[in-house]
């Protein structure tokens, strides 16, 4: 059997296997945080559960910019929530 990696949720802090999260990186290049929709780019990493209360919490606490010290894209939260 296949080992499957977890992660965490920044915002809930819950455990879930990492293809059910949302990947968001750090991107030096523009100082920014972005949307890993690949989930293989490089750069440091912070995850996101799939649903809306969640995308929603992450932009009221402001939890993307806390935790990877970067601003956040904009735009990010709706590109988030039109990938539901």
């Known amino acids: ?9 920044i915002v809930c802090r819950t455990r879930r296997p990492a293809g059910e999260l949302f990947r968001l990186r750090a991107d030096k290049l523009s100082g920014t945080v972005v949307a890993d929709t690949h989930t293989k780019q490089p750069g440091r990493g912070a995850y996101i559960c799939r649903n809306i209360e969640c995308i929603r919490l992450a932009e009221k606490k402001d939890a993307p910019r806390r935790h990877l010290k970067l601003a956040v894209c904009e735009g990010l939260y709706r590109q988030l929530e039109d990938m539901l």
């Open 1 to 9: 059997m296949a080992h499957i990696p977890e992660r965490m949720c």
